[in-house]
């Protein structure tokens, strides 16, 4: 397995953010590991792993201001080799009832934390990729050169969705796995710049959200990230993929 010397992960201090961080630290090419949170302070999981490696950087991805300050503090460490992966994992879910009348302020808040946010935030440390991918030019596509991969969920899945709402009420964290539009848009885009674009489902994993009764642990899909992700090259780029690597449809 190849992996990457520098990772950025949103959302990194709980549920599958903490556990991808953690996973990242247990291999020795990995050289840094950026925690992105928004109060480091309270970040006491991450301050318990004291490893060298691992930075924790405040971002909100719901303030452009924090995207930035964040970005500098990266660029500052990174420097000229770039960075080659971000995880655009930061996310949330809001049960959202037809029958209760419009709430428009939780859709903009959902849409923008799911949906907008991932696409600032790559836009912001595009410069880092891509320098990254500048500078070994001749290194197969994948994690472990410039990436991108964006935390999805089979909802996502326009062909896939048979029952609607559901129990779960879903209908607004449907609407904002429109990151796969994204992934897709952005793997065209960037494919002259080397840069591999991905959506990765993890599963339902037992988090804050996804709740106890859900089929897998927190370490068992960061192992799943680890092994999926890591063999993934060019003829990956533009896929929405379930934790194991098998293709969904769009």
Same mark, same amino acid.
Request: aromatic letters at 6%; glycine letters at 8%.
């Given at each position: 397995?190849?992996? $990457?010397?520098?990772?950025?992960?949103?959302?990194?201090?709980?549920?599958?953010?903490? /556990?991808?961080? +953690?996973?990242?630290?247990? @291999?020795?090419?990995?050289?840094?590991?950026?925690?992105?949170?928004?109060?480091?302070?309270?970040?006491?999981e991450l301050t318990k792993l004291n490893d060298d490696r691992l930075h924790v950087i405040?971002?909100?991805?719901?303030?452009?201001?924090?995207?930035l300050e964040a970005f500098q503090k990266v660029e500052e460490i990174c420097g000229e080799h770039g960075l080659n992966l971000l995880v655009n994992n930061a996310g949330i879910w809001v049960e959202y009832e037809l029958s209760d009348g419009p709430k428009r302020d939780m859709l903009r808040k959902i849409l923008d934390t799911n949906a907008a946010s991932p696409l600032i935030?790559?836009?912001?440390?595009? $410069?880092?990729?891509?320098?990254?991918?500048?500078?070994?030019?001749?290194?197969?596509? /994948?994690?472990? +050169?410039?990436?991108?991969? @964006?935390?999805?969920?089979g909802m996502g899945s326009i062909s896939e969705n048979m029952t609607g709402s559901g129990c779960s009420k879903s209908i607004a964290y449907r609407m904002s796995k429109e990151i796969n539009q994204m992934t897709r848009t952005l793997a065209i885009d960037l494919e002259p710049d080397?840069?591999?674009v991905v959506s990765w489902c993890p599963g339902w994993v037992k988090t804050d959200?996804?709740?106890?009764?859900?089929?897998?642990?927190?370490?068992?899909?960061?192992?799943?990230f680890m092994q999926t992700l890591s063999h993934f090259g060019k003829e990956n780029t533009g896929g929405y993929v379930r934790r194991h690597g098998d293709s969904i449809d769009y």
């Open positions: 397995m190849t992996f $990457p010397s520098s990772v950025l992960i949103t959302g990194a201090g709980r549920g599958i953010g903490l /556990g991808l961080v +953690k996973e990242f630290l247990k @291999n020795d090419q990995v050289k840094h590991v950026f925690a992105a949170v928004r109060c480091p302070t309270k970040a006491d405040k971002m909100d991805v719901l303030y452009d201001e924090s995207i935030v790559s836009q912001v440390f595009l $410069p880092l990729l891509r320098r990254a991918a500048s500078k070994s030019p001749e290194t197969e596509w /994948g994690i472990q +050169k410039a990436s991108i991969v @964006n935390i999805s969920s080397g840069i591999m959200m996804g709740g106890l009764e859900a089929e897998i642990t927190v370490d068992e899909s960061a192992i799943d």
